[in-house]
């Protein structure tokens, strides 16, 4: 985003500060050169937030971008690149609360499964720059944010915390927020301290409302426009293609059947209610149950066709319960393999070759969690092929390890990595029918 801006704008970019993930100029100089920022270049860039977790360097760099918002001109326009990823790349806690306990808190509620939403909510109400308060920082300034979504249905608030979007979370919505997660004992005293003595200015209030209309928020990519370009390339392999659905979320291993499901539905071209699709327990949002409910009316259709690639996106979680490695793609992955081996155990379709089925869930960004692979490409082979290596995937999926199940069945070769990608619009789901093969 930033090696475009200056090419398009040269001499017209006065100063600069951005935050990029750790290992991007390497990998941009090797690979991608146009990614890089051009020859005298006039932004301070700062590479941080290894892994996606923020660190000391990222701080920096968003208290560098407060201080150059605040010290330039009342008439100077003020151009923000969001990308997903923003949450960790601009950490600015508020004055009392740590890095480290900022931290810790967001960690907390991720491990307890907590979405997206009550992430970035919680880490709103405790930053100096997310929330809107970078927009408040830049006032009187004109501010043009470019967004890049990670976010299932582009919340402005919500995509890297929304610090150009008004915060419209009350602090004693994300205190209970915190208990229904049952964090609260585990959550540091700052941060409970800060949430109960503070309180969210309303969106209607005067100065609020005089900030905001300064600040222009302009989506320019999402999980959308990776969807379509994947079946796009399906189309050009031969695929009869279908999207099925650009909001997939809940748990990993829940959805991961949900998959499989799909997947043996149309390999056995029956009759597929929504109910015999849904896993016990499942409770899909509003939006995914209408998309599921389209996919089990299209499957009729869809069946005869011998080449099928169904492709998905959204951003599922993970309840962690083990002490593995590994992040919600790759979980994904190995609970449809999973899946698949027990829906397809003791069938005639038992016998079906092993590649008839595939499936790929993989992060947009090239990371999956705290390790570096994107994710994981499974079919109905994978759980024997396990076992002849003595390889438990259960035991795996059971203890969140799916990054170290991955690394060892053979030699890695199920495993996706493509290093970081420079951008961020959530995860990639692709499931494969080749109904043409002997």
């Known amino acids: 985003m930033l090696g475009a801006l200056e090419r398009l704008l040269g001499d017209h970019i006065v100063e600069g500060v951005a935050s990029i993930p750790s290992g991007s100029l390497g990998l941009a100089k090797l690979h991608h050169p146009e990614w890089l920022p051009v020859k005298d270049s006039r932004v301070r860039i700062y590479e941080g937030a290894p892994r996606n977790i923020a660190d000391c360097i990222a701080e920096q760099a968003a208290r560098d971008v407060l201080q150059l918002v605040q010290s330039s001109g009342d008439q100077d326009l003020l151009i923000v690149l969001i990308s997903g990823g923003g949450s960790a790349l601009l950490p600015c806690p508020v004055e009392g609360v740590s890095l480290d306990e900022k931290r810790k808190g967001s960690q907390l509620l991720a491990k ?5 939403h009550d992430i970035n909510n919680f880490r709103k109400c405790i930053s100096m720059v997310k929330g809107g308060k970078l927009a408040e920082a830049a006032y009187p300034k004109k501010l043009l944010a470019l967004i890049l979504s990670d976010v299932i249905g582009d919340p402005l608030d919500v995509i890297a915390s929304g610090p150009t979007v008004p915060n419209t979370t009350p602090t ?6 915190i208990d229904n997660y049952g964090v609260r004992e585990a959550m540091p005293n700052s941060i409970i301290h800060h949430l109960q003595h503070t309180h969210t200015t309303p969106i209607s209030h005067p100065l609020v ?9 302009v989506i320019i990519g999402n999980n959308q426009t990776a969807t379509s370009a994947a079946a796009e390339t399906a189309r050009e392999l031969g695929y009869t293609t279908y999207v099925w659905s650009h909001r997939v979320q809940g748990e990993a291993r829940t959805i991961g059947e949900l998959y499989a499901r799909v997947a043996m539905a149309l390999v056995s071209s ?3 209610p929504t109910s015999s699709l ?10 995914l149950a209408e998309d599921l409910e389209r996919l089990c009316s299209s499957l009729p259709s869809l069946c005869p066709h011998l080449s099928l690639c169904i492709i998905g996106a959204g951003e599922p979680t993970v309840m962690l319960r083990g002490a593995g490695r590994g992040g919600r793609s790759q979980e994904l992955a190995l609970a449809v393999a999973v899946w698949l081996d027990r829906l397809v155990g003791g069938k005639p379709l038992g016998v079906m070759p092993h590649d008839i089925i595939q499936f ?14 994107a994710g994981g490409i499974v079919g109905v082979g994978v ?6 290596q003595g390889i438990d995937p259960q035991a795996h999926l059971d203890d969140n390890d799916s990054y170290g199940f991955f690394s ?13 990608t420079g951008t961020n619009v959530m995860d990639v789901h692709v499931l494969c029918i080749n109904m043409a093969l002997p």
């Open 112 to 116: 307890a499964g907590a979405t997206i």
């Open 172 to 177: 004693q919505e994300v205190l209970r927020t």
């Open 209 to 217: 409302e005089q900030v905001f209309r300064k600040v222009q928020n």
């Open 270 to 272: 029956s009759p597929c």
């Open 278 to 287: 849904s896993p016990d327990g499942f409770c899909a949002t509003p939006g």
């Open 360 to 373: 790929l869930s993989a992060g947009t960004d090239g990371e999956d969690g705290p390790c570096d692979a």
């Open 383 to 388: 759980v024997r092929k396990a076992g002849d």
């Open 408 to 420: 060892k069945l053979c030699e890695g070769i199920c495993h996706i990595r493509t290093g970081l």
